[in-house]
């Protein structure tokens, strides 16, 4: 799970998310099986125009598992952090909503407050996780204080990052240890391959 800064929201949501989060808690409230739809903003919906500003702000890498490309093979979506149905205010809300692939959307209507957020200001990847080089697996640091390893624990978990990931993390370290010199950016799992600086 690797650090970005969170670009400006866009200024249609800005104008619109607390009223698009109130309608959608209002149909949540009168209806518990009714089914979440993505409001129109001119003449398009909003998941379609909010994909570009997510995808840039982590450079189309999945904000969970940094998973590069996400599509294919899986298909972009966004992810609600704070899941829409338990927290329907915050379904628009910017800072709820991240570019993310198919595979950590499996997190579905799971929620923990102490799940870990990428784009935190005081999120650092070392202060919470390190890389198992031989199985390509994202571990719990062991050395960080308690709190800190359950936050890791859970985010783990919750997005599932050791469940189908592994073999994506060992052939990226295999091309990268090949002397194959993509762009970092360009890169799956970046963090695994980025020298400490």
């Not at 949540?28 to 998941?47: C, I, L, M, T």
């Amino acid at each position: 799970m690797r650090k970005f800064q969170r670009v400006n929201q866009p200024d249609f949501l800005v104008d619109h998310w607390e009223a698009w989060g109130a309608d959608w808690e209002r149909r949540k409230s009168n209806n518990k099986s009714a089914r979440f739809n993505w409001h129109k903003f001119e003449g398009k919906p909003v998941n379609e125009l909010l994909l570009p500003p997510l995808k840039e702000q982590t450079q189309e890498h999945c904000s969970f598992c940094d998973s590069f490309p996400v599509s294919p093979p899986s298909d972009d979506t966004i992810e609600h952090f704070r899941p829409k149905s338990s927290f329907p205010r915050e379904a628009y809300r910017w800072e709820n909503l991240y570019f993310c692939c198919r595979h950590c959307q499996q997190k579905f209507e799971e929620f923990d407050e102490a799940l870990l957020r990428p784009d935190a200001d005081d999120y650092d990847f070392d202060q919470y996780f390190r890389w198992d080089f031989t199985q390509g697996t994202i571990e719990v640091n062991d050395h960080a204080p308690t709190e800190h390893q359950n936050r890791a624990r859970v985010t783990i978990d919750l997005y599932r990052l050791n469940e189908g990931h592994p073999r994506w993390r060992r052939l990226a370290m295999r091309r990268r240890g090949q002397g194959r010199n993509d762009p970092l950016d360009d890169f799956p799992y970046r963090h695994y391959v980025e020298q400490p600086g």
